[in-house]
């Protein structure tokens, strides 16, 4: 990730605009961190912040949900498991996941896209923090083959391609953990893929 210094050269990439709410003079205003962009998936538009320093994307369980019913045959599984664990609240067992195949973010398209799916308070919370309606947020796992370059002065997001990996579908350890000051970690959930539990010998508790 980087920053243009002001009347510097932007990269070469494509850019995307991002979104935030204009000032009195009709400008729109930088954020520090987040960004927002137009996106769009499986036939579906909705803004979405840009959060490089998040390990994992996040979508309204609305559009999660909305997204599966059309799209049954995408990758998904029940808690927040792998890059998905972010502090290990004990709502994250009980998080969607969906692998989608190709996000449109502003002119750039990210492929398999790992979104956890988050509810209406947390959605709340971005659009409060963006200013405008949003989604939810694109994170580091979307980003792993690009780097990424904030033109301030030009309100403009590039996306640069570094490399071509592709994530694994749902082939992760399946639990969710939470960090204890003993250096020990405390099962607070386990994966389901297809229904059945990624691990059948933890159960929410057990210490590892």
Not at 74 to 84: L, N, R, T, Y
Request: aromatic fraction near 8%; proline fraction near 8%.
């Amino acid at each position: 990730m980087s920053a243009i210094a002001p009347k510097s050269a932007p990269p070469r990439s494509v850019g995307a605009a991002p979104r935030a709410q204009p000032d009195e003079r009709g400008v729109a205003p930088c954020m520090a961190d987040v960004r927002e962009l137009p996106a769009q998936a499986g036939g579906r538009s909705f803004n979405l912040g840009l959060d490089p320093g998040a390990n994992f994307s996040l979508l309204s369980q609305s559009e999660l949900d909305a997204l599966l019913k059309t799209h049954p045959q995408w990758p998904h599984a029940k808690g927040a498991i792998g890059a998905a664990n972010f502090w290990g609240q004990p709502e994250e067992a009980d998080w969607r996941l969906l692998r989608i195949p190709a996000l449109a973010a502003g002119k750039t398209v990210l492929t398999g896209v790992g979104v956890a799916g988050i509810s209406q308070s947390a959605v709340d919370f971005f659009r409060k923090r963006a200013g405008l309606e949003t989604a939810g947020l694109i994170g580091a796992n979307a980003l792993l083959n690009y780097k990424v370059t904030f033109d301030y002065a030009n309100q403009k997001v590039y996306f640069d391609q570094a490399s071509k990996y592709q994530e694994p579908g749902m082939d992760v350890v399946g639990l969710v953990l939470r960090p204890e000051t003993d250096e020990r970690y405390t099962v607070i959930g386990v994966g389901e893929y297809q229904g059945k539990p990624a691990v059948p010998d933890v159960k929410a508790g057990d210490i590892l």
